[in-house]
């Protein structure tokens, strides 16, 4: 059984930051056997799932949406099935629940939510002004 757990949300003011982490096991089939990537996305009520991040399973190439580049930071810890999310320079935007997702496509091009197969629960990160 797969499972991705995130931790790490909170409500912070503007300007600080948080770490989000997402731990995840039971990938140990098919193709997610040689590696898998990891991703962040973030979903705010009425609107669509937003791509955030991705990183591939050497860690090389990460990929950021522009609304995030240079202030928020992917990383993963292989021997810990995890993946973190550094978030710098919060703003009131950035309000929303955070997701992280494990897709078995290596390339940086696949960004989009059904690209990724595995999805966890959401964690809630509140910026207040």
């Known amino acids: 059984q797969v499972q991705l757990v995130e931790s790490g949300g909170g409500m912070v003011q503007a300007g600080d930051s948080l770490r989000l982490s997402c731990a995840a096991s039971?990938?140990?089939?098919?193709?997610?056997?040689?590696?898998?990537?990891m991703g962040w996305f973030r979903q705010v009520p009425g609107r669509e799932r937003e791509f955030i991040a991705r990183?591939?399973?050497?860690?090389?190439?990460?990929r950021y949406a522009d609304s995030v580049k240079g202030r928020f930071t992917i990383s993963r810890d292989n021997a810990k099935n995890t993946s973190y999310l550094q978030m710098n320079s919060l703003k009131p935007e950035d309000t929303a629940v955070y997701y992280c997702?494990?897709?078995?496509?290596?390339?940086?091009?696949?960004?989009?939510?059904?690209?990724?197969?595995?999805w966890g629960q959401g964690t809630q990160v509140t910026v207040s002004s």
């Open positions: 997702a494990v897709s078995k496509y290596g390339s940086s091009r696949y960004v989009g939510v059904s690209d990724f197969d595995y």
């Open positions: 039971g990938l140990t089939f098919g193709t997610y056997t040689t590696g898998y990537t």
């Open positions: 990183i591939g399973w050497s860690g090389n190439h990460p």
